[in-house]
């Protein structure tokens, strides 16, 4: 079956730099498109941006652009978010999601979460 | 790209239906077909319900139904149970080719 699994759970400082990966089985890795999406502590989604194998150039949302990078292993099926100069309000649960060649269509499957914890 | 905006909370007895709104602009879920509903249960990712305003996804049950008018999507649960209490999003593909999500609704099944 589709299958999104990320990594665990990360305990940062300030200042430093985390890779969150998304390893996806069960259909083509080529043919699909990755999102990712924060949720901050108690808070609501947050939908970061996308990338797709077909063009290799990410799409940020406002808010997630210079210190965050996307960015796709096709060779081991893999997503991955790096994320530099962590400040603490970068402390979330961080979901990659499935999507299709086009931002147009839904998000599914869903990863099950990374929790990043920014703290000195 | 403003979120979309969703009421904080909602509920219901069992059995009942309800209704979760979601509005946004014309530069959003007005247009275009492409709103999403997502359940998250506490602690747990979330699960795609609704697609494309009023698809549902494979073994999901036929209680849930979207549907749209001008800039405001919606999310009706029929015969509630106790196991719809959860958050729901909606999300929306925007004219600036991005998405963006709702601030989220609380359901408690009373």
């Known amino acids: 079956q589709v299958q999104l699994v990320q990594s665990g759970s990360e305990l940062k400082k300030p200042g430093a730099s985390v890779k969150v990966s998304c390893k996806a089985s069960?259909?083509?890795?080529?043919?699909?498109?990755m999102h990712w999406v924060r949720q901050a502590p108690g808070q609501g989604l947050e939908w970061m941006g996308w990338?797709?194998?077909?063009?290799?150039?990410?799409t940020y949302a406002q808010g997630f652009t210079g210190r965050f990078v996307f960015s796709l292993d096709t060779s081991v099926t893999t997503a991955y978010l790096q994320i530099s100069s962590l400040k603490a309000e970068d402390t979330a649960v961080y979901y990659c999601?499935?999507?299709?060649?086009?931002?147009?269509?839904?998000?599914?499957?869903w990863g099950q979460g990374t929790l990043v914890t920014v703290s000195s | 790209q403003s979120a979309l905006t969703q009421p904080a909370s909602v509920s219901g007895s069992p059995g009942q239906s309800i209704t979760i709104s979601c509005t946004g602009t014309?530069?959003?879920?007005?247009?275009?077909?492409?709103v999403s509903w997502y359940q998250q249960h506490p602690g747990k990712a979330p699960k795609l319900m609704i697609y494309?305003?009023?698809n549902r996804p494979p073994g999901v049950s036929n209680r849930f139904s979207g549907s749209k008018s001008g800039n405001t999507a919606s999310l009706t649960i029929s015969g509630l149970q106790a196991d719809d209490e959860a958050d729901y999003y909606c999300?929306?593909?925007?004219?600036?080719?991005?998405?963006?999500f709702g601030g989220g609704t609380k359901l408690t099944v009373l």
């Open positions: 999601a499935r999507g299709h060649l086009t931002p147009k269509a839904r998000l599914d499957p």
């Open positions: 069960g259909y083509t890795f080529t043919t699909y498109a």
């Open positions: 494309d305003v009023t």
């Open positions: 014309s530069s959003d879920i007005g247009g275009y077909n492409y």
């Open positions: 999300n929306s593909y925007t004219s600036i080719n991005t998405r963006v």
């Open positions: 990338i797709s194998p077909n063009t290799d150039n990410p």
